[in-house]
């Protein structure tokens, strides 16, 4: 019998998933299928109840729901703990598993895509939303040497890199960041996690901390270069990347999570490139 799966959202129209997911399915032989659910913004549980009541038997959470899903979930990764959010729902006999597949996405994209290691690298982050929260565990993970979370509100930041407990992450606002000398190359990769670029902007982040960078990376994904892809190529940036990539790897990950099967992401993401116009 075909296994029902979806990713539940508002609004979620516009959402790849379905498609990335049917091309994960043929591409393993996995008999599902992949819906896209509108829930209203009060009514997260309902839609995810009724889902499961139905034959459900897993959901991609995105925005707004993704702290609701963590609520939700009875049992949780530690990935989604250290999150405190939920992207993937895994529906058992006994309980609803929780995970984050966000910021493991984002490290398979940088390392294993791009071809950019981690280890021993200085990050700073934009951003202390949702995706950032996400990335911050699997980052750590990858052995990074220092992770700095900048952020508009500086409290959040601030909460965030005492959430990580680890030594290696501090937190500043974006003003601090200016005060780098004149021939400091303060980071190896910024991972643009602010959601400036729907906005078409670039995170107000000071040229000063372009300099010496190896990548610039964004989340945010669309038909052209974003905003701060833009600036950080204009400063020298020898690389730069949206988050495209991210996107297929988490999913990737919420595939094997329901199935337990891996999938091959390269083609996916080159069909959803054309299909986007950034071919
Ligand atoms: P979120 O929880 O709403 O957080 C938004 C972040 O952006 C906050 O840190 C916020 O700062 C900052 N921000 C918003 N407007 C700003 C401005 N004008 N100037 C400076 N900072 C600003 O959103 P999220 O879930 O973390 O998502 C962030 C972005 O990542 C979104 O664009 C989303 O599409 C993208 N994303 C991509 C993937 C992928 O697979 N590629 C996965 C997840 C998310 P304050 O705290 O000061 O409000």
Redesign the pocket.
């Known amino acids: 019998m075909t296994d029902r799966y979806a990713v539940v959202g508002n609004p979620v129209a516009h959402s790849r998933s379905p498609s990335i997911h049917a091309q994960f399915a043929q591409q393993t032989g996995q008999d599902i299928s992949y819906e896209r659910l509108l829930a209203p913004l009060d009514g997260f549980v309902a839609v995810v109840e009724a889902f499961r009541a139905t034959g459900g038997r897993g959901l991609n959470v995105t ?2 729901f ?1 702290l609701q899903a963590f609520e939700f979930a009875q049992q949780r990764s530690p990935r989604a703990q250290a999150a405190g959010a939920v ?1 993937t729902l895994r529906f058992g006999a006994d309980a609803v598993f929780g995970d984050n597949t ?1 910021g493991v ?2 490290v398979r994209d940088i390392q294993e895509r791009l071809g950019f290691r981690l280890e021993g690298k200085r990050v700073l982050l ?9 990335a911050l565990l699997p980052l750590l993970q990858s052995g990074v040497a220092s992770i700095s979370i900048v ?3 500086v409290t ?2 601030v909460d965030l890199a005492r959430l990580g407990g680890d030594p290696r992450v501090s937190a500043c606002g ?1 003003d601090e960041l200016a005060n780098a000398g004149p021939d400091d190359a303060p980071f190896d990769l910024i991972v ?8 078409d ?1 670039a ?2 982040i000071p040229s000063a901390a372009y300099r010496g960078l190896g990548l610039a990376y964004d ?3 669309g038909a052209a270069p974003t905003p701060f892809m833009r600036r950080a190529a204009e400063l020298g940036c020898p690389r730069v990347s ?3 990539g ?2 297929v ?2 999913a990737a990950e919420s595939f094997f999570v329901w199935r337990g099967v891996r999938p091959q992401t390269g083609a996916v993401l080159t069909r959803l490139r054309a299909e986007i116009g950034t071919a």
């Open positions: 925005l707004p993704k992207n966000d996405g984002l934009a951003g202390a939303g949702g995706a950032a929260r996400g952020n508009r509100t959040r930041a974006f643009n996690a602010t959601s400036t670029g729907l906005e902007a995170p107000p989340m945010v994904y949206d988050g495209l991210m996107l790897e988490q």
